[in-house]
């Protein structure tokens, strides 16, 4: 079962990571191509999904940030 299967069950709260042993993670990317047809629409997503604010949402959902580069 996963964290957020877990999470979406009625009354349950998440109280903190996983052991570290039973811990997976899947990165994610984001990029925009130099071709990119919407390249501003592209570049406003990533701030979006990149600020403070995604934080809360990121954190809510058992997930972890990433760190810009």
Same mark, same amino acid.
Do not use: C, D, H
């Given at each position: 079962m996963?964290i957020k299967?877990?999470? *979406?069950? $009625?009354g349950?709260?998440?109280?903190?990571?996983?052991?570290l042993?039973?811990?997976s993670?899947?990165?994610? !990317? #984001?990029? *925009?191509? $130099?071709n990119?047809?919407?390249?501003?629409a592209?570049?406003?997503l990533?701030k979006?999904?990149?600020a403070? !604010? #995604?934080?809360?949402?990121?954190n809510a959902?058992g997930?972890?940030?990433?760190t810009?580069?």
């Amino acid at each position: 079962m996963s964290i957020k299967s877990l999470l *979406v069950a $009625t009354g349950s709260v998440l109280v903190g990571p996983l052991p570290l042993e039973l811990q997976s993670y899947v990165r994610f !990317a #984001a990029g *925009v191509g $130099t071709n990119a047809k919407e390249a501003e629409a592209a570049k406003v997503l990533i701030k979006f999904l990149t600020a403070p !604010a #995604a934080v809360t949402v990121i954190n809510a959902n058992g997930m972890e940030p990433g760190t810009p580069r």
